[in-house]
């Protein structure tokens, strides 16, 4: 069960890989638009499937495909490499290509939580959680990714019974939780994120 005396006690001294991590978000964000690209196109991959499949499809598939290749050519990729709802990703990720020369300045703006919104607002399968997801990965550390293991530490910790998917209030609601809980332990919601994603899964991934 998830105690929030062991988290205290866990982030008390700093994890060099998470250090690692957060040093290797904020390069991201540095980076020219195809690279953020790929960021995005890793969250929608991973949504309600797993960080693993993400990397691995990401891995398999050349980042060529996922910037110019047509739907068809990109559908077949996805399923030569066994990603899970392969139809629906790909579509995502075609029709979110209006965004990557707005890319590098989303990722340098200091709104977060505005940028969120946006991205949550304007691209098709990217919610609240994908779009927390995308915006820690290149070094925004402002937001919430309310994901199954975070919620079920949550649920331990409160009493309470969340599931993964949450509406626009709840999430809110539950975020403005976890943001209590960082400003708590002294650190940023996407860092705190990485820690008891480690607590939850013994992993540290992205």
């Excluded at 590098?104 to 200091?110: L, V």
């Amino acid at each position: 069960m998830f105690i929030f005396t062991d988290l205290k006690e866990i982030v008390k001294n700093s994890d060099p890989l998470i250090d690692l991590r957060v040093k290797e978000f904020i390069l991201a964000g540095q980076s020219g638009k195809e690279k953020l690209f790929s960021e995005l196109c890793f969250c929608i991959l991973a949504a309600n499937t797993s960080a693993e499949m993400g990397i691995r499809v990401m891995n398999s598939v050349n980042l060529d495909h996922f910037l110019y290749s047509d739907l068809e050519t990109l559908r077949s990729e996805l399923k030569k490499v066994s990603c899970r709802f392969y139809n629906m990703r790909s579509k995502f990720i075609v029709d979110s290509r209006w965004i990557i020369d707005e890319l590098p300045e989303i990722a340098r703006t200091g709104d977060s939580m505005g940028t969120r919104e946006y991205l949550a607002e304007n691209l098709m399968g990217v919610g609240y959680k994908e779009s927390s997801h995308f915006l820690r990965n290149v070094g925004k550390f402002e937001c919430a990714i309310l994901d199954k293991h975070i919620l079920r530490m949550m649920n331990a910790w409160s009493g309470t019974d969340l599931k993964a998917s949450l509406s626009k209030k709840k999430y809110l609601e539950i975020e403005d939780a976890f943001i209590k809980m960082s400003d708590m332990l002294n650190m940023k919601p996407g860092v705190l994120d990485l820690y008891m994603w480690k607590m939850a899964t013994g992993k540290v991934l992205k």
